[in-house]
């Protein structure tokens, strides 16, 4: 597509409940990144997948987030038994190699109450 | 651990005014990045830079290899340019965890 796209761009969900959220990567793009805004805060890297590697899954939080990238294209992050303290704005970006030009996605924003 | 540091953290200036944001980092370096990010909206890759200068419009970015220093400079600023602006820096070396991000300036143009 024309850039990476997000889905859904707002999800708001009860404590406890699992969550998915989509990234679509720009065609071609062999690197994808996930990372996380908190309100106010900077941005937390949270995995990369670059091309078919074993991905760098360093950032996530915790067990309860995972993320997938089939056929080296869309990436699902899931957070299973979601905490309060996981509400954020989930960014996914892509480049077509380390070293260049970035883009990212408008995000997920992501409440749970 | 590769550092990343921005100054300042927030600053308000008058419509006109000519602007410079920091950036400093710790260890050596493959690419730098410039972002802008304005409220509720995504982030917008402005500038990437390896050495030297560059200019779009009445942004210009400069970094120095030597110093591990990087600018962002806005010329003429105008209220439009008000947003966060966040370095990143993806460095020679590293392992697979891709940028690390300085904590942004929050800048506000006032009329």
């Known amino acids: 597509g024309a850039g990476v796209s997000q889905s859904p761009s707002n999800k708001v969900t009860e404590k406890g409940k699992d969550v998915e959220l989509r990234c679509d990567p720009i065609?071609?793009?062999?690197?994808l990144y996930w990372y996380r805004q908190s309100l106010g805060q900077g941005l937390e890297f949270l995995i990369y997948f670059q091309g078919n590697s074993a991905p760098d899954k360093s950032g996530l939080p915790s067990d309860r987030f995972s993320a997938e990238r089939t056929g080296g294209s869309v990436s699902t992050l899931t957070i299973q038994r979601t905490q309060q303290e996981d509400s954020a704005v989930y960014l996914c970006a892509s480049t077509r190699d380390r070293g260049l030009s970035i883009f990212f996605g408008q995000g997920t924003r992501l409440t749970v109450v | 651990k590769n550092e990343v540091e921005q100054s300042p953290q927030n600053l308000t200036a008058q419509e006109g005014e000519f602007i410079t944001i920091n950036c400093s980092y710790s260890v050596g370096i493959s690419a730098l990045h410039w972002l802008q990010q304005h409220p509720g909206g995504g982030i917008v890759s402005l500038f990437m830079?390896?050495?030297g200068k560059k200019k779009h419009g009445r942004l210009i970015a400069t970094i120095n290899i030597q110093e591990k220093h990087s600018s962002l400079h806005i010329t003429a600023s105008h209220p439009r340019d008000s947003a966060v602006y966040i370095c990143?820096?993806?460095?020679?070396?590293?392992?697979?965890?891709?940028?690390?991000f300085g904590k942004g300036t929050h800048l506000i143009i006032q009329p």
């Open positions: 065609s071609g793009h062999t690197a």
């Open positions: 990143a820096h993806m460095y020679s070396g590293g392992g697979a965890d891709g940028l690390t």
């Open positions: 830079l390896s050495s």
